[in-house]
């Protein structure tokens, strides 16, 4: 009985055993199917242009794949920009547009920056200590919504907790809310300052030339409280003196065109910006000149070039150049600044080379900025003599040799060359004994002083009358 059920079981198993199933590509149905789809029979005209789409851009790929493996692992690092009116070029045109437009929308406008200053005053707490007005997280969040009732969600992103973090927090947690506004007046102001810049970039491309430039500063000007009374005739000459600081801080290889990133991170635009204000106290002319964009300042420059210039050509030979400063710098100097910095004449000969008035404007933003990294890269190229990068004890003696000779024929007492070298040594502390580099000279934080010790007897002699030029500084405000 038991055996006859076991038997039933197991005949049962055998019947029910799946049957196995041919692979799909020994049915005939499938390999006529494949054979008939791969041919395109039968297939409607989008199926047929789907396939012929598909095997040229296959075609496409292999050939990119074929010349790629013949020219090595060199990536592609150019690309041809568009033709002036071509379709690719006025759909970049209208999507930079389109761009610039909506950042502009998004931006605050001066009634927005009055009602946040308003609901920053009232809904802060002043501090019975210093008397300030501050807010903690709390009060910052509750007038982030005040302000988004107000003003609309533009103004949202200024209220966000890192940005809470990045301003000093007293005792009790809380940030003064003058320097938040400020923050947000900024942000706002180098905002709107990129937006003018990109719809100048005619190519699009985060740089700007110097016409391009000329063009940002000239639309600027009617903004700038200082500059309204500017003469129409001298705006053209404004403009260019102007460009020219931007492009020497902004453009150190000299490549003719100033990326606006940097532009707008650099001091230069603080100060130009420093314009906008109407100051209602009196200031000073020596106050003014200080500011290398305020109206004074340009035309100092430009009546200062207009005296070297004694025969009137435009630009300034070696012997015109010499009366810069009255006469104080020395004559290698003036010959190695024509070595470095000015191009040879194209017009006037071979050999021939004049100064035109770019190369003037670089010169004197070298000397008065003779401790920044760029005007003391242009000076060290001058005091480079043999132009190894780097300056040695014979350099040092052929420099100042001129400027012992301009110190003693003013009368000064008598003093050793070697005694120079050896204090100037002191001063740098060259991480190679024997010889300094400019990165010597920038570390040190003396560079521009020991530029001037070898370049200008008048600087020579403001470093040796140090300590007395100190105490005639002090005597005044003890007073």
């Known amino acids: 009985m038991y055996s006859g059920s076991s038997d ?42 789907e396939l012929e789409t598909k095997r040229i851009l296959l075609e496409i790929f292999k050939e990119r794949q074929q010349k790629n493996a013949e020219a090595g692992s060199i990536p592609s690092f150019y690309k041809k ?31 927005d920056l009055d009602a946040m200053w308003v609901c920053l005053r009232e809904n802060c707490v002043i501090d019975d200590a210093t008397g300030a007005e501050k807010m903690n997280y709390e009060d910052f969040c509750h007038i982030a919504s005040l302000c988004t009732e107000q003003i609309g969600p533009k103004c949202r992103r200024f209220f966000s907790p890192s940005n809470f973090m990045k301003f000093e927090k ?53 903004n ?7 003469p129409t005739a001298f705006t053209q000459m404004y403009c260019r003196i102007a460009v020219r600081k931007f492009f020497f801080f902004c453009d150190p290889h000299r490549r003719g065109k100033s990326c606006i990133k940097k532009v707008l991170l ?12 109407e100051s209602e106290e009196e200031v000073t002319d020596t106050e003014q000149a200080e500011n290398w964009f305020s109206l004074t300042s340009a035309q100092r420059i430009c009546d200062m070039f207009l005296a070297l210039d004694k025969d009137k050509n435009g630009t300034l030979s070696k012997q015109e150049l010499k009366e810069y400063a009255d006469g104080t710098l020395t004559e290698i100097f003036i010959e190695r600044v024509f070595d470095e ?53 014979p350099d040092i003696h052929t ?6 000779q301009k110190w003693i024929e003013g009368g000064n007492y008598e003093l050793c060359i070697e005694d120079v070298r050896d ?50 500084e002090e005597e005044p405000e003890e007073e």
Request: net charge negative; hydrophobic share 40%; proline share 4%.
């Open 8 to 49: 039933g079981e197991g005949g049962g198993h055998e019947a029910a055993a799946p049957k196995k199933i041919p692979s799909a590509s020994s049915m005939p149905w499938v390999r006529n199917l494949r054979r008939f789809v791969g041919s395109g029979a039968g297939l409607g005209s989008e199926a047929l242009m």
């Open 81 to 111: 920009k568009p033709e002036e009116g071509s379709i690719s070029h006025r759909v970049q045109r209208l999507a930079k547009y389109r761009f610039l437009k909506k950042q502009s929308e998004l931006l605050l406008n001066a009634d």
């Open 170 to 222: 007293d005792e009790s947690g809380r940030i003064a809310i003058l320097p938040f506004y400020l923050y947000v007046m900024r942000t706002v102001s180098l905002t709107q300052a990129r937006i003018d810049m990109s719809e100048l970039d005619e190519d699009s491309d985060g740089f700007l030339q110097p016409h391009e430039m000329e063009a940002y500063i000239r639309g600027l000007i009617p």
């Open 224 to 230: 700038l409280a200082q500059l309204r009374d500017m």
């Open 266 to 277: 650099s001091n230069c635009l603080q100060e130009l910006m420093e314009l906008h204000q």
């Open 341 to 393: 910095h000015v191009r040879r004449s194209k017009i006037g000969g071979g050999n021939s080379r004049e100064m035109d008035f770019e190369s003037f404007l670089d010169f004197v933003l070298a000397l008065e900025n003779k401790d920044t990294p760029e005007g003391l890269t242009y000076l060290f190229k001058c005091l480079d003599l043999q132009g190894r990068g780097y300056l040695t004890t």
């Open 399 to 404: 420099l100042f040799r001129d400027v012992h």
């Open 423 to 472: 204090e100037i040594w002191d001063m740098v502390k060259p991480a190679n004994p024997l010889r300094i580099a400019l990165a010597d000279l920038l570390s040190c934080k003396q560079g521009g002083t020991v530029a001037s010790m070898l370049i200008d007897v008048r600087g020579f002699w403001a470093h040796d009358n140090r300590e007395n030029l100190l105490q005639e």
